[in-house]
């Protein structure tokens, strides 16, 4: 049996945030104490880094995974950096700071990164608010002058969500989640944030957080197209069960498979799968494991076919692959 081509599960890494809250708990049984505004479910990143949590690697972490074999793990295009993609659960109690990432190009510019956030988002629960995006003609010397004098919030779309809601986030988008979001969220490998506002509230330490005033007026796209919530419905999968498009980007693809049993091919890039409802049990031909809600699975890509099985309710599932492997 080669590990490698086997699924494999990684322990959350939770971040204590101001805004965070305790709805985790609803699937997690290790939560720590105080207000949790992130599980770091897939994550190569010195903030955050993912241990496997069972079978033949348990203990290994993803960046020693990625020096050993990023090839079997990423693909034949791996160029030796961190594992692609992250994957986080996040639980907005509060407002998070209104914020902005850069692209890649701007990263390497500012020299904060070798890459910038392109990020998306599927909605966990009903009630969150959220603003992604500036409203029509609203351009750098009004959101100047309202960052001095006043109604941010203003200049922004605001959306109400509900669960199964998903908004596709370029980098260079301005964006922030409200009160009650609770989301699944696939981005570019990059901790990189340029906070705009911070609505005048205080982080744990009682102190007023940092903002990025200058750099987030540079890196905003003032001529992004609108934002838009998307609302596909499942449709047959020629792979067994049923599928729901979702986005299709230079760094990603992520679709929802669903069924009491669907397979799939890796074609040469990693998978990775996050439970959404029902529990089952993911296989390659070396090996497999189980998945349940809010649990995220990542099969190599030199593990090539895998199946989804499941003998009780239809397994639901975010399905993410690697586009650009650079």
Known sequence: MNPITTPLRFRPVYHTLVWGGRRMEQYRRDLPPGPIGESWDLADHPRGMSVVADGPLAGRGLRELMQDAGRDLVGAAWDGGEFPLLVKLIDALDRLSIQVHPDDALAQKLRVGPRG?????????????????????????????????????????????????????????????????????????????????????????????????????????????????????????????????????????????????????TEGRPVILTGLSGQGTISTRDGSTDIAPWQT??????????????????????????????
């Open 297 to 326: 699975v990542v099969i190599p890509a030199a593990a090539g076919p895998w199946n989804a099985n499941t003998q009780g309710e239809p397994l639901r599932v975010l399905c993410a692959t690697t586009v650009n492997q650079g």
């Open 117 to 265: 956030k392109t990020e998306c988002w599927r909605f966990m629960a009903d009630g969150g608010e959220l603003f992604v995006g500036l409203k029509p003609g609203v351009r750098r010397e009004d959101l100047a002058r309202a960052l001095t004098g006043g109604g941010v919030a203003d200049c922004l779309n605001r959306f109400e969500a509900r669960a199964g809601d998903f908004f596709f986030i370029p980098a260079r988008t301005i964006h922030a989640l409200g009160q009650g979001c609770l989301i699944y969220e696939v981005q570019q490998t990059c901790d990189v944030t340029f906070r705009v506002h911070d609505w005048d509230r205080l982080g744990l330490d009682g102190k007023p957080r940092a903002l990025h005033v200058t750099e987030s007026l540079e890196t905003i796209d003032f001529d992004a197209p609108p934002a838009t919530v998307i609302r596909h419905l499942d449709q047959p999968h020629p792979a067994g069960g049923e599928y729901r498009p979702l986005v299709t980007c230079p760094y990603f693809h992520v679709e929802e498979r669903s069924g009491l049993r669907f397979t799939g091919d």
